[in-house]
């Protein structure tokens, strides 16, 4: 820290308890009372520099004892007025940083000009000021800082706004253009050119490049009211929105612990909630600074961390901020919820109703919020979609994000038995369907909700379980659906009839592809002639084929299998319901056309066989017999009747 000495004198002062004495050999014949302190000094020093003692010594009634005045409002107390003898007697002094604030409001008050002596405190005071400390980013910080005991003299005496000018000049210069004098900031003395130096000589060694975010620790150390002030004149210099943003998130953590609890601890944690106030906040004046750093926040996305969001509102729900606070809080974080992980959204209820252990309500806000501003930016419109498969695009990935993030969250909240229907519900269906590509998450938290929750009557499951699109499962989902004794049958239905479709569609494909690759392959090899590279590729494209239609066959014959077997069970049903069970039963699936097209398929199959002749030769006697016209196409449908 800079400073300069003032004075040439020797110390003359002692200290008795709460009396000061100025020991020159000659008697005091004045006493000067600052608060508690007494000094006990001569006339002549004093009147000689400032006019307000002088007119206060004129007009004491004149006594054979001590002059006694009182100055109770001299900015900066009995310490300051210590100096301020001390100059008037010519003793040796320093003018810093820390005291030239003081020093020159007091001069004011006291009228130290230079019609009462030359090279008085005033001129020294504001030469020093303008000379050495706003040219140093360290020395106009800390000048700023003693303004808080001193303000409305500061105010008046322009100190403060000079102050954040100069900080908010350095703030937005580049450091690693200029290495003096603004990155002199408590590290080595550097020359003009940047480099080191050590006893006034150039050590040629450069600095560390410093980054945009190297002034965010100094400038937290001041008061809210000065940081406000210093933030908007940094905004009307232009400083980037993000740099002023980070600066935003590094005060605020320094002053509320709880953004902190899990990345400091003991000491660390306490010098950081500490910071200018000198001891910790108290939660009406963490609840204040909140509420102004979330007004202070531009309302753009990305400027600040998603978790860093997260962070502010769980404080603001703990300190039970304004509505309006936590109304804008949501906003942003909705904003970029796709930034945002699955252990930012798990917040716990604070309320004291303690319906539910995560707050629900509060994220599906957040969800709404997102969706308003998807759907105003036009950013997210629905894709096609062709074959169950969502044709995306890059502004699709966003929403993507966050119905993934959404499914994983209704996994975590669904363990939770006093997660309503409605609310998990409502939960699950604000995400469009066109968002998520596979529901297989969604299918996992209503598969958690359904164990859960077992007291849920048949309608209610179906209900929840409409929210799954069955076509969008994958294999594994789908096998796992099948075997889920807690989906309702219809949905078991579903998953097979689809399942088994999606099979035979590959299926039907793979064979196109393979007529093609043949008739592609002869038409190269009539033409242009094959050789052996080639010969070789078409081998291999082949073989692959052959191993992927005998992995698709396995799995027909095996949902062919597992048909049969429910077919069996629903025909002991039905025996025991009535012969037209089935019939119901189909009807009511909507699945009759189906199973009537998958057993003419099989009746096909099956007539090749000799076991399928014979049965079609018994259909053509009884045909005989009755006496009823019927074309090829008929013997197809009854003879797959007679094989079901």
Same mark, same amino acid.
């Given at each position: ?8 004198? *020797? ?15 000659? &008697? ?77 409001? *007091?001069?004011?008050?006291? !009228? ?13 005071? !504001? ?20 303004? @808080? ?49 050590? /006893? ?20 937290? /150390? ?34 509320? &612990?709880?953004? @902190? ?18 001891? &910790? ?77 995560? @707050? ?123 075997? /889920? ?72 014959? !095996? ?21 037209? *069970? ?26 090749? /066989? ?35």
């Amino acid at each position: 820290m800079a400073c300069v000495k003032l004075g040439s004198k *020797a110390d003359a002062f002692q200290r008795q308890g709460q009396a000061w004495f100025c020991t020159t050999g000659l &008697p005091s014949d004045i006493v000067v009372e600052v608060g508690e302190m007494s000094f006990h000094l001569h006339k002549f020093p004093l009147l000689s520099r400032s006019g307000v003692l002088e007119r206060m010594i004129a007009e004491a009634p004149e006594s054979e004892e001590e002059c006694a005045i009182s100055l109770g409002d001299i900015p900066g107390g009995a310490k300051t007025f210590e100096l301020v003898a001390k100059f008037c007697y010519g003793v040796k002094l320093e003018l810093t940083a820390s005291n030239v604030v003081y020093l020159w409001c *007091a001069a004011e008050r006291l !009228e130290m000009t230079e019609e009462y002596g030359e090279g008085n405190l005033i001129s020294q005071a !504001e030469t020093f000021f303008n000379q050495v400390v706003l040219r140093s980013w360290k020395d106009s910080l800390r000048a700023l800082e003693t303004c @808080n005991d001193v303000l409305a003299h500061a105010e008046e005496l322009h100190i403060v706004k000079r102050c954040i000018e100069s900080l908010a000049a350095k703030a937005s210069t580049d450091p690693n253009l200029f290495g003096w004098p603004v990155l002199e900031r408590g590290g080595p003395l550097q020359s003009p050119g940047g480099s080191v130096l050590w /006893n006034g000589i150039s050590t040629g060694a450069r600095p560390k490049n410093s980054s945009a975010d190297w002034w965010y620790e100094d400038v937290s /150390n001041l008061s809210l009211p000065l940081y406000k002030r210093l933030v908007a004149v940094m905004e009307s210099r232009g400083i980037r929105q993000e740099i002023i943003a980070g600066s935003l998130a590094f005060y605020a953590k320094t002053y509320l &612990p709880m953004l @902190n609890r899990r990345q400091v601890s003991g000491e660390s944690s306490t010098r950081l909630t500490q910071g200018a106030m000198g001891s &910790p906040l108290s939660e009406d004046d963490q609840k204040i600074l909140l509420e102004e750093i979330d007004g202070l926040l531009p309302m753009q996305k990305g400027l600040v961390q998603t978790k860093f969001l997260f962070g502010l509102l769980r404080t603001a729900m703990i300190l039970r901020v304004s509505p309006s606070c936590i109304s804008n809080l949501e906003k942003r974080i909705g904003m970029q919820l796709d930034q945002a992980t699955l252990e930012d959204l798990l917040m716990p209820n604070f309320s004291y109703s303690m319906e539910t252990l995560y @707050n629900v309500d509060c994220v599906q806000r957040i969800l709404d919020h997102f969706l308003a501003m998807d759907q105003a930016t036009g950013c997210a419109s629905p894709c096609s979609i062709d074959d169950g498969q969502l044709i995306g695009s890059p502004s699709l990935t966003p929403i993507t994000m966050v119905a993934k993030l959404i499914d994983g969250y209704l996994a975590e909240v669904a363990p939770d038995i006093n997660l309503k229907l409605p609310k998990f519900q409502a939960l699950a269906a604000a995400v469009p369907e066109y968002a998520r590509p596979l529901d297989d998450g969604l299918y996992r938290a209503l598969d958690i909700y359904l164990k859960s929750h077992p007291w849920l009557v048949e309608s209610e499951r179906e209900q929840l379980c409409r929210l799954m699109d069955c076509q969008k499962l994958s294999l594994e989902a789908c096998t796992h659906a099948a075997q /889920n004794e807690r989906l309702p049958i219809r949905i078991i239905f579903q998953v097979l009839f689809f399942e088994q479709l999606q099979l035979r569609t590959s299926i039907a494909g793979c064979f196109l592809v393979s007529d093609n690759l043949d008739g592609s392959r002869q038409l190269r090899s009539g033409l242009v002639g094959s050789t052996d590279g080639g010969w070789a590729s078409a081998v291999k494209e082949n073989q692959v084929l052959k191993v992927g239609m005998d992995n698709m066959r396995m799995r027909v014959s !095996e949902l062919e299998k597992e048909c049969s077997n429910m077919r069996q069970e629903i025909e002991k049903l039905g025996r025991s319901k009535g012969s037209s *069970a089935w019939g119901t039963v189909s009807k009511k699936l909507g699945f009759k056309m189906k199973s009537q097209m998958c057993s003419a398929q099989e009746g096909s199959v099956s007539n090749q /066989n000799n076991n399928g002749n014979s049965k079609v030769e018994k259909l053509k006697e009884r045909h005989v017999k009755h006496k009823k016209s019927s074309s090829i196409s008929d013997k197809a449908s009854v003879s797959s009747i007679v094989h079901s």
